[in-house]
Structure formats: structure tokens, C-alpha cells
């Protein structure tokens, strides 16, 4: 049974133009994260959502950014793709912040032409 | 945050044990040991988690130093299926604002 679940897996965009990449989970879980994983690294998270309150990393550039409308659904939306931002993006999600565990979806793998 | 130090990289024979070394040797007394691994083409997983005392679950065994210094994972009998990128992340779960980091973590590769 998925919990969460990425759609699409495999998404192409062109230089510049926006694209929005969608996680939705049925675990009814406080919290969701998205993470960029570029090729050969390690996940790297970008920000996450408790509840409604959003949580920006310090390095996250201004080109990202996240809607969550609401407990089940969360997006990852991109303004203007560049070239530097193919990579596999991750969501999670955990009960709470202080959740040992955390939840992955298999990735959005993103392409930009 | 502290720091974790992992070999590159591991091979194992199918059907034989497996030991995932990790040294932290800054760890903070609040500092869980948290161990993910991602498969290919997959998101990361949660295998297993520890404080001070080993720990065992369905998929593996945490092995911690009396010292906390240093941890190894433990897969039982390593099946191809087990073959991966293995993480080790030291996390304070007690801080809600403090994440979950990966660092490069050891990719194992399981011989038939």
C-alpha cells in the first residue's frame, strides 16, 4: 500500500519555465519534506511543513517554493528551472518533527532541457 | 552538528553477515543514531535507531560503543535485495527544529 506517493516520477521541463512537482500521503502525517537529491549525493533538505507553518532551510534558494493545501497534499513548485536543478526530489513525511522515522515517496526525477 | 564517517563503499557475499561501521566521535549526549538506507531508484527508507543500548528490529541490529563514538549496523544474512546506499545520521530528535542530515553514507554491494 503506497503512503506516500510522487507523482509524476519522471518529469521534463524546459529552461525557465515553472514546474510543479506533487506529493500526497495517506499516513495523515503532521509533517512533509521535500529533499533534492542531485546526482551521487545524498538528500539534501529543502524545507518542510508542520501542520500549515512553513519551515524554510537557510540555504534554500528563493527559486523554490511550497504549497500545502492541506494535510494529505503537498507541492514543490520551481519558478524558473535552471540547468543546476535535475535532480531526484524527495518528499517525506513524519508524525511529528521529533518522529524517529521518516516516510519517503520514490521521487520526482526532474529533467530540464 | 556532529559529524559521521562512513566507508565509501562495502561488498558482501549473499547469505553472509554484514558490518556498516560509522564513527562519530563528536556525538552529543542528546544525539540519536539513526541509520536510513536508499535503494536504487528509490527514496531512502528507515532501517533503525539508537540512543546508548544495541537495538534490534526485523531488518537489522545497531551496534553502539560503550563510548557512543562509533556504531555498526548489522545485516544478518545480506540478501541482494540489501544491496544499497547505507546512511548513518546523528540526530537530536529532542530539538524539533533540528533535521534530518545525510551525509554520504556507504553504498553495499551484495555478490551472488
Known amino acids: 500500500d503506497a503512503m506516500v506517493i510522487q507523482n509524476p516520477r519522471y518529469q521534463v521541463t524546459q529552461f525557465g519555465k515553472p514546474v510543479t512537482l506533487s506529493c500526497s500521503q495517506t499516513?495523515?502525517?503532521?509533517?512533509m519534506y521535500w529533499y533534492q537529491q542531485k546526482s551521487s549525493q545524498a538528500p539534501k533538505l529543502l524545507f518542510h511543513y508542520y501542520d500549515k507553518d512553513f519551515n524554510n532551510e537557510a540555504d534554500t534558494p528563493d527559486n523554490f517554493q511550497s504549497r500545502r493545501p492541506n494535510t494529505s497534499f503537498c507541492f514543490l513548485d520551481i519558478r524558473s528551472p535552471g540547468l543546476g536543478d535535475a535532480a531526484m526530489y524527495l518528499c517525506?513525511?513524519?508524525?511529528?518533527?521529533?518522529?524517529?522515522?521518516?516516510?519517503f515517496g520514490p521521487g520526482t526525477r526532474l529533467t530540464v532541457t | 552538528d556532529a559529524k559521521t564517517t562512513q566507508p565509501n563503499s562495502m561488498e558482501s557475499n549473499e547469505e553472509e553477515p554484514v558490518h556498516l561501521p560509522c564513527n562519530h566521535s563528536t556525538i552529543s549526549g542528546t544525539d540519536y543514531i539513526h541509520w536510513y538506507r536508499q535503494l536504487p531508484s528509490q527514496g531512502p527508507e528507515y532501517v533503525i535507531h539508537g540512543l546508548t543500548s544495541n537495538v534490534n528490529n526485523r531488518m537489522a541490529s545497531l551496534a553502539i560503543a560503550e563510548d557512543r563514538k562509533s556504531s555498526t549496523l548489522i545485516l544478518h544474512r545480506a540478501t541482494l535485495r540489501d544491496a544499497a546506499v547505507y546512511y548513518c545520521?546523528?540526530?537530536?530528535?529532542?530539538?524539533?527544529?533540528?533535521?534530518?542530515?545525510f551525509g554520504g553514507g556507504t553504498r553495499l554491494m551484495v555478490k551472488p
Open positions: 545520521i546523528l540526530r537530536d530528535v529532542q530539538n524539533a527544529g533540528n533535521m534530518l542530515t
Open positions: 499516513l495523515n502525517h503532521n509533517v
Open positions: 517525506a513525511t513524519s508524525r511529528v518533527r521529533t518522529a524517529y522515522e521518516q516516510y
